[in-house]
């Protein structure tokens, strides 16, 4: 064990009224599909994207959530996506406004020397892209 706790691994789950639509923006805006189980109704009870070496789960809706609403240039909660390069920070937004994700923040440079962009998805969901690594200042 380390100083910084025992070996573990983070992984995020969104709940979606329509997960076969996210899967479908998912994979618009690069991710692939890497495991899909269906449930009766049209929904999906598991599945698991890949982009890069980022994980999420994402399944039907079994309740009728809120998502936060937008305030400023955030909903208070977010996945957050680390991109080694500005451009592409720049081509995962071009694809998910495609894609019909809302502009939050266009690509832009920050103070703190990166490059970001933000938006949310057709359910709500905010979604950001950068060139800050977190964790790289352990």
Known sequence: ??????????????????AD????WL???????VTRQDGPGNTVIH???RY?????MIAS??????VPPLKG?????????WMPEPAAVDDWHR?????????????????????????LDREGHEWSAGTYRPGDSW
């Open 47 to 49: 599945s698991e994207v």
């Open 95 to 119: 694809q998910a406004i495609a894609a019909g994700a809302q502009d939050v923040i266009a690509p832009e440079d920050t103070p703190w020397g990166s490059r970001r962009a933000r938006v």
């Open 1 to 18: 064990m380390t100083g910084h706790g025992p070996r573990t691994a983070l992984h995020a789950y969104l709940s979606y009224r329509d």
């Open 27 to 33: 994979t618009d805006v690069g991710f692939e599909v």
């Open 52 to 56: 890069g070496e980022a994980v999420l």
């Open 61 to 66: 809706a079994d309740a009728d959530y809120d």
């Open 73 to 81: 240039g955030s909903t208070g909660a977010g996945l957050y996506l």
């Open 21 to 24: 639509a996210a899967l479908k």
